[in-house]
T-cell receptor, first 114, second 111 residues
Framework: DVKVTQSSRYLVKRTGEKVFLECVQD?????MFWYRQDPGLGLRLIYF???????EKGDIPEGYSVSREKKERFSLILESASTNQTSMYLC?????????????FGPGTRLTVL | SQQGEEDPQALSIQEGENATMNCSYK?????LQWYRQNSGRGLVHLIL?????REKHSGRLRVTLDTSKKSSSLLITASRAADTASYFC???????????FGTGTRLKVLA
């Protein structure tokens, strides 16, 4: 059974903390994505990666960075968490190629920044 | 602004009825996908329709695509309480790795 896992379902952090969200997929997918989901705004792409050590900014990369040292793992980093980064974070992966394949999503991490 | 916009934002129906939700988008696409999200969970892929297809079926799901109107519809027939979820359309941004998601339709099926 194919799987995308995220390190935490719920996370509470304080303003200014450095936050790491981890995502692991076992499908040998080349593409990996980080989204945030907010009510009324749908899913917005933060960053994506189409290969190890390769990354591209999405629509809302400000305040975030990413790391992809291994094919199966894609990390999202909040360098200095702020309250406006309170959100649901979703990781996804897909086969290599342009956006023509289905994406597989993790269960999400609900992050609260106090 | 969002590439995909679902309509209606929310829908409440009785079990056994059909549910129809619509998606409109702005630019040309290669494919359009529909996803389901149960409350507080990740998204699950339902169906993909390519730009050269007009209709596609999968079980109780029927998807249509009208590229001239830049719109798609998802029909769920004989709905069940378990179909209660949010439904999102996603389009590719042609020539990129990006998927653009709409804001979703919240479907509630009453038993």
């Amino acid at each position: 059974d194919v799987k995308v896992t995220q390190s935490s379902r719920y996370l509470v952090k304080r303003t200014g903390e450095k936050v790491f969200l981890e995502c692991v997929q076992d499908m040998d997918h080349e593409n990996m994505f980080w989204y945030r989901q907010d009510p009324g705004l749908g899913l917005r792409l933060i960053y994506f990666s189409y290969d190890v050590k390769m990354k591209e900014k999405g629509d809302i990369p400000e305040g975030y960075s990413v790391s992809r040292e291994k094919k199966e793992r894609f990390s999202l980093i909040l360098e200095s968490a702020s309250t406006n980064q309170t959100s649901m974070y979703l990781c996804a992966s897909s086969l290599l190629g342009l956006a023509v394949n289905e994406q597989f999503f993790g269960p999400g991490t609900r992050l609260t920044v106090l | 602004s969002q590439q995909g916009e679902e309509d209606p934002q929310a829908l409440s129906i009785q079990e056994g009825e059909n549910a129809t939700m619509n998606c409109s988008y702005k630019t040309s696409i290669n494919n359009l996908q529909w996803y389901r999200q149960n409350s507080g969970r990740g998204l699950v892929h339902l169906i993909l329709i390519r730009s050269n297809e007009r209709e596609k079926h999968s079980g109780r799901l029927r998807v249509t695509l009208d590229t001239s109107k830049k719109s798609s519809s998802l029909l769920i027939t004989a709905s069940r309480a378990a179909d209660t979820a949010s439904y999102f359309c996603a389009t590719d941004l042609s020539g990129t790795y990006k998927y653009i998601f709409g804001t979703g339709t919240r479907l509630k099926v009453l038993a």
